[in-house]
């Protein structure tokens, strides 16, 4: 009986690498498909665009109990085995003693390394906002990938793809603030953010968002604000919003809505200690 497309595994079930890796496995591999390398054979990849590997613990837990459920990639270089891709499990297989990991080898060019390196570490779900940015502007840059193509491989919807790239435009010191402002991990703010059109006006969006404690709709009036546009009257862009929620505390917020524009700190005070002042007198 002939084979069609659809033979295999349902199209509900999914495997977390896609047919990229597959196509590409089956058509440089040759020999056994996976078999065990000694660790100390293998080399992590100079060129990793990943920046940080995160933390490993939960990882090594799995492997000191179940061993490694999954071959990492690699590529010859001399004597010795290039990672391609799996450098987490190679480092957690280290840190918990093992002498050697099941791997597949894969002969490729340094260009088909790093695009697969960048796909792999594209799939993980502990990946940084600003790392995922960074990857999938890479594959655009390095490869001519269009969103469409990305969406197809990473496995999330276009709009949300652009969204993500977008936000490589964001500046390194921009990005620190983010962090500072503890908004680095807000899609929502760092989309606003992407949109203004230099470096100044996304710190100073970065300041508003953080000391005024803005909400979602707020910022995205302020990023209008800031671009010329005109705003939805019924959002009330004229208005300055002062917000305030304490970190771990979800029993109540404040928001203070003034009649103006721009109000600085002082105003801010004075008006909660007006407000403190009535409050203890009318008790």
């Known amino acids: 009986m002939q084979k069609t497309r659809k033979s ?27 078999r065990l390398i000694p660790l100390d054979k293998i080399e992590p990849n100079p060129h990793q665009p990943r920046s940080e590997l995160g933390s490993i613990e939960e990882l090594m837990a799995s492997i000191r109990s179940k061993g490694v459920l999954e071959p990492i990639i690699v590529r010859p270089r001399g004597e010795k085995y290039e990672i391609i891709a799996g450098e987490r499990r190679y480092v957690a297989s280290k840190n918990v003693g093992l002498k050697e990991i099941p791997a597949i080898e894969m002969s ?8 697969i390196s960048l796909i792999e570490n594209l799939q993980r779900k502990d990946l940084d906002i600003f790392e995922e940015a960074d990857g999938l502007n890479a594959l655009i ?43 680095d991990k807000n ?10 059109k230099n470096e100044a006006e996304m710190k100073l969006l970065v300041d508003q968002i953080r000391e005024r404690g803005l909400k979602r709709e707020d910022t995205r009036d302020l990023t209008k604000l800031f ?7 019924s959002s009330k862009p004229k208005h300055y919003i002062f917000n305030y929620a304490p970190r771990g505390d979800k029993t109540y917020s404040i928001r203070i809505e003034f ?24 008790f």
């Open 8 to 34: 295999g595994l349902p199209e509900s079930v999914g495997m977390r690498h896609d047919t990229h890796f597959v196509e590409l496995i089956s058509k440089k591999s040759s020999g056994p498909l996976v």
């Open 141 to 183: 840059d390095l490869y001519e990938y269009s969103h469409a193509q990305i969406s197809e491989k990473i496995g999330k919807a276009r709009s949300t793809i652009t969204e993500i790239i977008n936000l490589s435009k964001i500046p390194l010191s921009v990005r620190v603030a983010c962090r500072e402002a503890a908004i």
């Open 227 to 233: 671009k010329g546009k005109a705003v939805d009257n």
């Open 187 to 196: 899609r929502s703010f760092l989309i606003e953010i992407s949109k203004l």
């Open 108 to 115: 490729v060019s340094d260009s088909e390394a790093l695009e």
């Open 259 to 282: 009649k103006k524009e721009n109000v600085g700190r002082a105003e801010i005070i004075k008006v909660l200690e007006d407000l403190l002042s009535k409050l203890r007198s009318a």
